[in-house]
């Protein structure tokens, strides 16, 4: 054992990013027993349009959908409007570099690409992970690339090469645009790393998150312009409030303990 890992053990408590009860440095998740059951209850909750659980949603945005025939994994999708405190875990995993946190969201996120690769008899060990970088401005003022720690935290999960291909030259923020802003600033915020060359690669492109698939699938139609053969989109989260939008007389299921346990993670989680 470190050095640095006995001086934690000895001098600092280690708790539970949702209840905050102490937990043992030799827990697997930075969790206790009685939070990851929750956690994992919440998982299992039926999608409000689609009516499907986490592995079977069928609701993705419309760009997509054109990745890679629709095929796409994510770790938990949400409707803010109801579980609005999700959106925390995501401002920390980006703003605030946490080991456990990137370790925590890797652990899902793999487990979610394995699922897919099973259910769709794909053999993810012939992919590599890539991801949507993070813009210069964000690198330079936040010191890490959340979406390259989560890609490289999978690749080490997984057994899988790890490549960075494609560059972030963007002056606008996605999250501070509409729609269809947000589709026209993607296609002008990234180009193709020097050199590159898929040569009938398969790539699984990493990401936060989800909204209107804007970035994913300009990164996406990058790698296959230069040559991939197949990407499949992965994200932590996928945000379903615009599918509820289009839905309007989906009866959603508010004021459960299944969101209130989603709200403590994710606002314990942040702090």
Known sequence: MKLLEILKRAFLTRICLICKEAISYDEDEPFCEEC???WNAFLKAKCHVCGYDRNGCTCLPSQVKQINDSLAAWCVFYDPRENQKINEIIFKL???YNREIIN???KRMAKAIISLCVVHKIDYKKYIITYTPRRMHNFLKYGFDHSGKLAKAIGEILGLKVEKTIKNIGKKEQKKLNKND???NAQKSYEIRKNFDGNGKNYFLIDDIMTTGSTLYACAKLLYENGAKNVIPVTFAKDN???IRRNKNVKRHTGNNIARVIKSFMR???Q
């Open 36 to 38: 990851i059951e929750k």
């Open 94 to 96: 980006k703003k605030n």
């Open 268 to 270: 314990n989680g942040s």
């Open 182 to 184: 947000r589709k026209l």
């Open 241 to 243: 409030k615009q599918f």
């Open 104 to 106: 925590m969201c890797a």
